[in-house]
């Protein structure tokens, strides 16, 4: 089992940054693939970013260049540093966490955090 608390979520200013935590709790954190996602109410939930167990990171486009995905294995936490953002970055953001077999592939991950909302006003 696998227990995700987010944390660092805020009002921020249009061109502001956050830096979201996300604290594991568990067994194995370090072989578990991480990824960040958001949701407004009402729409789907959209991947934002991942992190593999070895560190490899991925962005969707609308975030590439803007958002740093990172992980620190002996805190069991993993970060998204959200720079340069826009109002459309208003969301709930919730981390997520797959361990091996990986499923995350297709979209399926086995434990998710409760979200963390993001605001950002123009």
């Known amino acids: 089992q696998v227990q995700l608390v987010e944390s660092g979520g805020g009002l921020v200013q249009a061109g502001g940054s956050l830096r979201l935590s996300c604290a594991a709790s568990?067994?194995?954190?370090?072989?578990?693939?991480m990824g960040w996602y958001r949701q407004a109410p009402g729409k789907q939930r959209d991947l934002v970013a991942t992190?593999?167990?070895?560190?490899?990171?991925d962005y969707a486009d609308s975030v590439k260049g803007r958002f740093t995905i990172s992980r620190d294995t002996a805190k069991n936490t993993v970060y998204l540093l959200m720079n340069s953002l826009k109002p459309e970055d208003t969301d709930v953001y919730s981390c997520?966490?797959?361990?091996?077999?990986?499923?995350?592939?297709?979209?399926?991950?086995?434990?998710w955090g409760q979200g963390t909302q993001v605001t950002v006003s123009s």
């Open positions: 992190i593999t167990s070895d560190g490899r990171t």
């Open positions: 568990g067994s194995a954190f370090s072989s578990n693939a």
């Open positions: 997520a966490a797959d361990p091996p077999p990986y499923s995350y592939y297709w979209g399926k991950w086995d434990y």
